[in-house]
């Protein structure tokens, strides 16, 4: 009887084993990764030069209740970016529409380029007044909005990239405890082409 059941669970069991197997190595996927952390909501995005956008930044997963919450936006800084954006501002969305969300932020600008574009580090700090009044943990999909402009591009060569990335991503309870928000997915990859 336990011989017929070892077959039994050998004859079903593997060949779902397997079918599973297959369809990862058939669809080419290699691991899935969940994205988590505070991160650009696209991770490419195609520009008209000579324009104004905004990009939203998200905060994925957050495993405890957020009082404070800082991080810097690094602009036209990876080492094969272009320096074609424009740092305009930076407002709160709408999961900081409590009032007693404050949102500051530094800019550090390089030196400009004939286009008036610079390389740009935004040092930015969010955090809550009110005592214990953070975000909750989950999902936070529009927690900023980071307004720029691609410069007038001189050159006819399409699909010039930058970047904006995300580096020191850092947060924290009501109480002081540290809470994980490092980005799954760190660069927001911008193509730009003359209109």
């Known amino acids: 009887m336990l011989n017929i059941k070892l077959i039994m669970i050998v004859y079903i069991i593997l060949p779902s084993l397997f079918s599973i197997a297959q369809t990862d190595i058939s669809s080419g996927s290699t691991k899935t990764v969940t994205n988590s952390g505070l991160i650009f909501k696209k991770e490419v995005e195609?520009?008209?030069d000579d324009s104004s956008y905004t990009d939203v930044v998200q905060l994925l997963n957050?495993?405890?209740?957020?009082?404070?919450?800082?991080?810097?936006?690094?602009?036209?800084?990876?080492?094969d970016d272009s320096t074609i954006l424009i740092f305009r501002?930076?407002?709160?969305?709408?999961?900081?529409?409590?009032?007693?969300?404050?949102?500051?932020?530094?800019?550090?600008?390089?030196?400009?380029a004939s286009n008036k574009a610079s390389q740009d580090e935004i040092?930015?700090?969010?955090?809550?007044?009110?005592?214990?009044?953070?975000?909750?943990p989950g999902n936070h999909i529009d927690l900023i909005n980071v307004i720029y402009e691609v410069a007038d591009l001189t050159d006819p060569q399409s699909d010039l990239k930058t970047s904006m990335k995300i580096t020191h991503a850092e947060a924290s309870t009501f109480n002081g405890i540290g809470i994980n928000i490092t980005p799954s997915r760190d660069e927001f990859k911008i193509y730009a082409r003359k209109k």
């Open 62 to 79: 957050l495993s405890g209740k957020a009082q404070a919450i800082q991080f810097r936006i690094l602009i036209n800084k990876a080492p």
């Open 123 to 136: 040092y930015v700090v969010l955090y809550n007044s009110k005592q214990d009044g953070g975000l909750l």
């Open 89 to 112: 501002d930076i407002q709160k969305g709408s999961d900081l529409s409590d009032p007693g969300w404050l949102l500051d932020y530094n800019v550090f600008k390089g030196p400009a």
């Open 46 to 48: 195609y520009r008209l």
